[in-house]
């Protein structure tokens, strides 16, 4: 049988007090109009009876729900737990409890349909507002435009977005960075593992990154796929590619730790024959041997920045502001290499 969820007349019944007076006592912004006495009380009574606020009810009567919404399309990768766990607690820090949607994938129509009708969802929850983990395909701006049609405040991270306000992770001039350190080492022969290159599409910009610094130095980049998921597909890449390059640059930290396991079995050195670069500063990078060198990304300064533009927007302000961050590139032991 479901129980009867306890109100805020049921805590004031029990302690003979009146239920304006539990109401500032259990309020962040009205508490202090009670004695600390009281405070202390109702919130020990509150525990007691296993009182939940009722956000809908409270959001009817103050216009605020005291939640967000968080809309991202993978949690299951250490890179995007982490940035979730950093949303999750910057939330926490300004008292905002977190609903979460989740698109079940990043690049099929039906899921650029299921990001739509997320949205729409968290919206009907009542959320305050609305962080979106973008996911760099064509018309994302537009469509979350559309769905939002400025019912809530939006902010958005990772890829960038037009008249919407978001963190923007620089990708581009990351991987121009980590091209130039290895160019800075004496390679010449360097390859990139990761998507083929669109001059148009955001989630191409770790590739641009590379083409670019390579051109720069009057060097020929070549982009190759990777054959399978992240660490199988760096891993039979590294089978292939044996010592072709004297340096690879991954998309990430999955295909760089899959690329030096083919490359040992193909019985090539790290970095000795080939150096390997890769992406996220995963927990395990530092401990591989060799350790990898990466690019760590700064999940606390984009959850934070997001917040930050988040709880500005909720509080009345218009303008549209994009904020732009850097990865920082992390040299370990796998970097060095042949250069000839």
């Given at each position: 049988?479901?129980?009867?969820?306890?109100?805020?007349?049921?805590?004031?019944?029990?302690l003979?007090?009146?239920?304006?007076?539990?109401?500032?006592a259990?309020?962040?912004?009205?508490?202090?109009?009670?004695s600390?006495?009281?405070?202390?009380?109702?919130?020990?009574?509150?525990?007691?009876?296993?009182?939940?606020?009722?956000?809908?009810?409270?959001?009817f009567?103050?216009g605020?729900?005291?939640t967000?919404?968080?809309?991202?399309?993978?949690?299951?990768l250490?890179?995007?737990?982490?940035?979730?766990?950093?949303?999750?607690?910057?939330?926490?820090?300004?008292?905002?409890?977190?609903?979460?949607?989740?698109a079940?994938?990043?690049?099929?129509?039906?899921?650029?349909d299921?990001?739509?009708?997320?949205?729409?969802?968290?919206?009907?929850?009542?959320?305050?507002?609305?962080?979106?983990?973008?996911?760099?395909?064509?018309?994302?701006?537009?469509?979350?435009?559309?769905?939002?049609?400025?019912?809530?405040?939006?902010?958005?991270?990772?890829?960038?977005?037009?008249?919407?306000?978001?963190?923007?992770?620089?990708?581009?001039?990351?991987?121009?960075?980590?091209?130039?350190?290895?160019?800075?080492?004496?390679?010449?022969?360097?390859?990139?593992?990761?998507?083929?290159?669109d001059?148009?599409?955001?989630?191409s910009?770790?590739?641009?990154?590379?083409?670019?610094a390579?051109?720069?130095?009057?060097?020929?980049?070549?982009?190759?796929p990777?054959?399978?998921?992240?660490?199988e597909?760096g891993?039979?890449?590294?089978?292939?590619?044996?010592?072709?390059?004297?340096?690879?640059l991954?998309r990430d930290d999955?295909?760089?730790?899959?690329?030096?396991?083919?490359?040992?079995?193909?019985?090539?050195?790290?970095?000795?024959d080939?150096?390997?670069?890769?992406?996220?500063?995963?927990?395990?990078?530092?401990?591989?041997?060799?350790?990898?060198?990466t690019?760590?990304?700064?999940?606390?300064?984009?959850?934070?920045?997001?917040?930050?533009?988040?709880?500005?927007?909720?509080?009345g302000?218009?303008?549209?502001?994009?904020?732009?961050?850097?990865?920082?590139?992390?040299?370990?032991?796998s970097c060095?290499?042949n250069?000839d």
């Amino acid at each position: 049988m479901r129980v009867k969820q306890v109100t805020i007349k049921d805590i004031a019944q029990r302690l003979g007090i009146s239920h304006s007076t539990v109401s500032r006592a259990l309020s962040r912004s009205a508490a202090y109009l009670v004695s600390e006495k009281t405070r202390m009380l109702v919130k020990q009574t509150a525990d007691e009876m296993q009182y939940t606020p009722n956000l809908m009810a409270q959001g009817f009567v103050t216009g605020k729900t005291g939640t967000l919404g968080l809309l991202t399309y993978q949690i299951s990768l250490e890179t995007y737990g982490n940035q979730t766990e950093q949303i999750l607690r910057a939330a926490e820090r300004e008292h905002y409890q977190l609903l979460m949607g989740m698109a079940v994938n990043r690049t099929s129509r039906s899921s650029q349909d299921d990001q739509g009708m997320q949205i729409r969802q968290l919206i009907s929850r009542g959320v305050d507002g609305l962080l979106i983990n973008t996911r760099g395909d064509r018309g994302e701006s537009d469509r979350i435009r559309d769905m939002v049609r400025n019912h809530i405040p939006v902010v958005t991270y990772h890829y960038p977005t037009e008249h919407i306000s978001g963190v923007v992770l620089d990708l581009e001039a990351d991987f121009y960075h980590a091209t130039n350190h290895l160019i800075e080492l004496g390679h010449r022969r360097i390859g990139y593992i990761g998507r083929n290159l669109d001059l148009e599409s955001p989630v191409s910009s770790k590739g641009r990154g590379y083409c670019r610094a390579m051109g720069d130095n009057d060097l020929a980049h070549e982009i190759i796929p990777p054959l399978g998921s992240r660490g199988e597909g760096g891993y039979i890449q590294g089978l292939n590619l044996r010592d072709r390059f004297t340096a690879l640059l991954c998309r990430d930290d999955y295909t760089a730790i899959g690329v030096c396991r083919g490359l040992r079995d193909g019985g090539f050195r790290i970095p000795e024959d080939v150096a390997v670069v890769g992406f996220g500063d995963i927990d395990v990078s530092a401990y591989l041997s060799p350790a990898l060198t990466t690019m760590a990304v700064p999940y606390q300064e984009i959850a934070g920045t997001a917040m930050d533009l988040l709880l500005r927007k909720i509080g009345g302000e218009d303008t549209v502001e994009q904020v732009t961050l850097r990865s920082r590139l992390i040299v370990r032991e796998s970097c060095g290499g042949n250069k000839d």
